[in-house]
């Protein structure tokens, strides 16, 4: 899965991060058992993480019944099944999010969609500090597909991971598409048989191994770092002093 420059940025690697956690989303249409061309790049990520000891978890969540909603557990709000909440105790625990998404029609998928939404249903939570419950914790976007695209899905994807409170480091998104219309998909396997398609493109792989190593260094400085500072953005602090500087009965 790694190449040779890959591997060798593996193996000189000094820095620690064996403590850390990562959760990789494939938001793919696809149902297990069925082929996911995401999957395959998202395993490009998985590799690296893998070599550097970050404790790694994987989830196709079209395989999971995720309920549409903004409500950490739609079961208490008129849905017959959710299966949101297990899968929101692995995001919690991770301190490095990547998600995976195909286009289709030149955005995300619906899938990714609705991960988003339900993201957002947990935004209102703090930390200890006092902060949104995502301070502290790296997002990236690894997107895929057989049209135009890359940019504007991960445009959409990082802000709205930086809008809940995730911090997006540097080049954090990457992918690869073919030629414009019907065609092979990443990891196809070629018509002569050569290899499989997308593996050789050295813009994917490069900016594929700058996001994974970015998602690693600022995690490990942020966890360093006992995450971002609480001053001027702590939910606590704003009601508090609210209570006492504001002339509005309503703070008090």
């Known amino acids: 899965?790694?190449?040779?420059?890959?591997?060798?940025?593996?193996?000189?690697?000094?820095?620690?991060?064996?403590?850390?956690?990562?959760?990789?989303?494939?938001?793919?249409?696809?149902?297990?058992?069925?082929?996911?061309?995401?999957d395959k790049l998202l395993g490009v990520v998985d590799a690296i993480l893998a070599r550097n000891s970050v404790?790694?978890?994987?989830?196709?969540?079209?395989?999971?019944?995720?309920?549409?909603?903004?409500?950490?557990?739609?079961?208490?709000?008129?849905?017959?099944?959710?299966?949101?909440?297990?899968?929101?105790?692995?995001?919690?625990?991770?301190?490095?999010?990547?998600?995976?998404?195909p286009i289709w029609l030149g955005e995300k998928s619906s899938v990714c969609q609705r991960l988003i939404e339900r993201l957002y249903a947990h935004s209102g939570q703090t930390n200890e500090k006092g902060q949104y419950a995502f301070y502290g914790k790296v997002g990236g976007c690894i997107v895929t597909g057989n049209e135009d695209g890359i940019k504007h899905v991960g445009m959409g994807v990082l802000y709205s991971l930086q809008h809940v409170g995730y911090t997006i480091p540097p080049q954090a998104d990457a992918g690869w598409i073919g030629e414009a219309g019907p065609g092979p998909s990443f990891g196809d396997p070629r018509d002569d048989?050569?290899?499989?398609?997308?593996?050789?493109?050295?813009?994917?792989?490069?900016?594929?191994?700058?996001?994974?190593?970015?998602?690693?260094?600022?995690?490990?400085?942020?966890?360093?770092a006992g995450g971002i500072p609480a001053h001027g953005n702590s939910l606590d602090q704003w009601k508090e002093g609210r209570r006492f500087d504001s002339p509005n009965p309503e703070y008090r």
């Open 55 to 101: 404790e790694l978890g994987r989830v196709r969540l079209v395989d999971h019944e995720i309920a549409p909603g903004v409500y950490p557990d739609m079961t208490e709000h008129g849905v017959g099944k959710d299966d949101w909440p297990t899968i929101w105790k692995k995001v919690e625990a991770a301190d490095i999010l990547v998600v995976g998404t």
């Open 1 to 38: 899965m790694l190449d040779e420059l890959q591997e060798r940025l593996c193996r000189e690697n000094e820095t620690d991060f064996s403590d850390l956690r990562a959760l990789t989303i494939n938001c793919t249409l696809k149902p297990s058992p069925q082929g996911s061309h995401t």
């Open 193 to 224: 048989g050569d290899g499989y398609v997308g593996f050789d493109n050295d813009f994917t792989r490069r900016n594929t191994t700058f996001m994974t190593w970015n998602l690693m260094h600022m995690a490990r400085m942020l966890k360093d």
